[in-house]
């Protein structure tokens, strides 16, 4: 069935429910976080459709949700999150995506965009030079199996004790950089193999490093207390567990597909696959897809050490102690988390989380702002602790290049002051500017839906792509 406006109840301006009532295997009502002008594209595609099919699933507690960047995914819709009772519950693959631990990262500098901006076309190529990035492209590391199960066992802090990171850098990523759960004996052969070479590298896609100004600050208490402040240079970097995470993923969707009569789960959706949480498929995939999100933190933090390597060669030896990490956080994943006094574990596709005072971090595509915010308290009454992504896309990848050329697109960037440094003019047409949501609307319902406040606005100066 197609979700229509008229299926939709208005809860507030911000805030739509697709009534429990709307189809008869829906165990929890849906709810869109929107204003009324964005909820008209999001019923273009069949995201909506999807959030419905997730109400379905065994255990789900009080709504399915859809942030306000939601587009079509496999199985969840990107911008779902969904929290499975862990008793009676499942852990669905496609509620997590094939991206495990595809997550965001800010550091600041001490240098501000005047005493710079002379320098940022060399800086955009040397952090391009440092970072190796493009389809398979592997990095300065190939990991023997015993290294490699070192890392998906312990994340970031086993770049803390190869020299790649330092204590504030543990200290302020989500989970510390590390999930406790994993165990890399779970992890398949064949995704360690993807995986052995690609630590310190970004991939292609939407993955990217850019430099950053900070153009705008809405909270100069915030600002201070997370060292931010007007003109200021910043770095932002996307990526995730590379061809490792969708191995993993790729792996445990077979396995849950082949084992849903033996659990009598009966699903719209095949892209649903799911194992009840406690059973032994269900741990054995939390296990890899925590070792996962392990390697997703290391890839993170050896690009943060490439990132210093290149701004010590334009700026000077050491200059990279200042280039001080703000926060790290995941956008795809699941954790075990207790809400409305229930143990629970939330899947956030496409969705970060945002407990009290802790950073947000929204991207925009390339050539737009991106935001830091503030996650509330509100958002463990309305979201399950949980915000949106990034701008959200309404173009696939295949219209944008047929719509856009790259090398032109590269040139309207460079006359707005931002340098570009890409492999792949097809690559960069994929992430134009046009194929995705006004993120000034999407960082907008946020706040006014209350569960996080804008802090700072950042607009790039530099981009670095596969």
Wanted: net charge positive; with cysteine.
């Amino acid at each position: 069935m197609l979700i229509n406006k008229n299926d939709l109840k208005k809860i507030s301006d911000y805030i739509w429910e697709i009534p429990q009532s709307c189809r008869s295997d829906m165990r929890v009502p849906g709810r869109i976080f929107a204003s009324e002008k964005m909820l008209n594209d999001i019923l273009k595609d069949e995201s909506l459709e999807q959030v419905v099919n997730v109400a379905t699933l065994p255990g789900i507690q009080k709504y399915s949700l859809a942030m306000p960047d939601i587009h079509a995914g496999y199985g969840f819709p990107i911008g779902g999150v969904a929290a499975m009772d862990i008793k009676n519950g499942v852990i669905s693959p496609g509620g997590i995506g094939f991206d495990i631990n595809c997550g965001i990262r800010v550091l600041e500098s001490d240098k501000t965009y005047n005493e710079i901006k002379d320098k940022i076309p060399d800086l955009t190529t040397a952090i391009y030079k440092e970072v190796p990035s493009g389809v398979g492209r592997g990095g300065r590391l190939k990991l023997a199996n015993k290294e490699l199960d070192a890392v998906l066992a312990s994340g970031a802090e086993e770049m803390f004790k190869k020299g790649y990171a330092t204590e504030r850098d543990l200290k302020n990523c989500e989970s510390q950089g590390q999930l406790k759960e994993a165990n890399p004996e779970l992890v398949s052969q064949y995704a360690k193999d993807r995986g052995r070479d690609q630590l310190g590298t970004i991939g292609a896609g939407n993955h990217f490093v850019e430099i950053q100004r900070v153009d705008e600050i809405f909270d100069k208490i915030t600002v201070q207390k997370l060292g931010l402040f007007e003109n200021q240079i910043c770095i932002m970097v996307h990526c995730g567990s590379r061809g490792l995470g969708h191995q993993v993923a790729t792996d445990y969707i077979k396995l849950m597909l082949n084992s849903l009569s033996k659990y009598e789960i009966q699903l719209p959706d095949n892209q649903l696959a799911c194992a009840p949480f406690k059973s032994k498929e269900g741990q054995d995939y939390f296990a890899a897809m925590s070792a996962a999100a392990n390697f997703a933190w290391a890839n993170r933090q050896l690009i943060t050490w490439e990132v210093r390597k290149a701004w010590d060669q334009i700026f000077g030896e050491n200059q990279s102690r200042k280039l001080l990490l703000i926060y790290d956080l995941s956008h795809n994943i699941a954790k075990v988390e207790e809400y409305f006094s229930t143990p629970v574990v939330v899947h956030r596709k496409g969705a970060t989380r945002a407990f009290p005072d802790q950073p947000v971090l929204i991207p925009g595509s390339m050539g737009t702002a991106s935001y830091v915010l503030v996650g509330t308290e509100a958002s463990f009454k309305e979201s399950f602790g949980s915000s949106c992504h990034g701008a959200g896309r309404t173009m696939s990848r295949t219209k944008a290049k047929k719509i856009v050329r790259g090398s032109v697109l590269k040139e309207e960037l460079e006359k707005r002051g931002i340098s570009v440094r890409s492999g792949s003019m097809a690559g960069l047409a994929e992430e134009a500017p046009m194929a995705y949501k006004d993120v000034e609307e999407v960082v907008n319902v946020v706040q006014q839906v209350g569960i996080a406040k804008k802090v700072a606005r950042l607009k790039p100066i530099g981009v670095i792509k596969g």
